[in-house]
T-cell receptor, first 110, second 111 residues
Framework: DAGVTQSPTHLIKTRGQHVTLRCSPISGHKSVSWYQQVLGQGPQFIFQYYEKEERGRGNFPDRFSARQFPNYSSELNVNALLLGDSALYLC?????????FGPGTRLTVL | DAKTTQPPSMDCAEGRAANLPCNHSTISGNEYVYWYRQIHSQGPQYIIHGLKNNETNEMASLIITEDRKSSTLILPHATLRDTAVYYCIVRVLYNNNDMRFGAGTRLTVKP
């Protein structure tokens, strides 16, 4: 079975631009969570979606938004990119109590 | 802020047991202890979790103190492939919007 997949794997943007990151959960998983991992730190929780509804939001500005589609895949959108948004963005899906993480999208903002 | 405290780094000889400590002195009665690890350039991988009893699976053992204020993850026979950052997290079961990762412990297994 395929694990959690994310696209693209790498992305380079400039300040002020907008970015969309995509995540496909494990088949049958209805919950998707997004995390930001800055170099040298642990992942920081951004959003959780379950059955297309937002169930949780971390301490991130409104420039960050997300949505979940009927097939449970998800998009993370970041507007007006800042240099500090450079990070590894991780998606995780879950069926119950264990989260399965994807390989992440490495975003570089120049 | 993370609810756990871990040493920033540890070394272990290949084939020996690796014992990774975690302090979680403010843990609530309904919070479980979870361990994940992250090998370089990959997403975190679930290892094990427990509430108050010791747990063992094919990857590791989890020892939780009786007062639940600390725990130890044990990798019984560490291999070079176990070199990774290990994260200890406390959270309510099924509450996936409460996963607070700290900086973790960077375990280096040496030949």
């Amino acid at each position: 079975d395929a694990g959690v997949t994310q696209s693209p794997t790498h992305l380079i943007k400039t300040r002020g631009q907008h970015v969309t990151l995509r995540c496909s959960p494990i088949s049958g998983h209805k919950s998707v969570s997004w995390y930001q991992q800055v170099l040298g730190q642990g992942p920081q929780f951004i959003f959780q979606y379950y059955e297309k509804e937002e169930r949780g939001r971390g301490n991130f500005p409104d420039r960050f938004s997300a949505r979940q589609f009927p097939n449970y895949s998800s998009e993370l959108n970041v507007n007006a990119l800042l240099l500090g948004d450079s990070a590894l963005y991780l998606c995780a899906s879950s069926l119950s109590n264990e989260q399965f993480f994807g390989p992440g999208t490495r975003l570089t903002v120049l | 802020d993370a609810k756990t405290t871990q040493p920033p780094s540890m070394d272990c000889a290949e084939g020996r047991a690796a014992n990774l400590p975690c302090n979680h002195s403010t843990i609530s009665g309904n919070e479980y202890v979870y361990w994940y690890r992250q090998i370089h350039s990959q997403g975190p991988q679930y290892i094990i979790h427990g509430l108050k009893n010791n747990e063992t699976n094919e990857m590791a053992s989890l020892i939780i103190t009786e007062d639940r204020k600390s725990s130890t993850l044990i990798l019984p026979h560490a291999t070079l492939r176990d070199t990774a950052v290990y994260y200890c997290i406390v959270r309510v079961l099924y509450n996936n919007n409460d996963m607070r990762f700290g900086a973790g412990t960077r375990l280096t297994v040496k030949p």
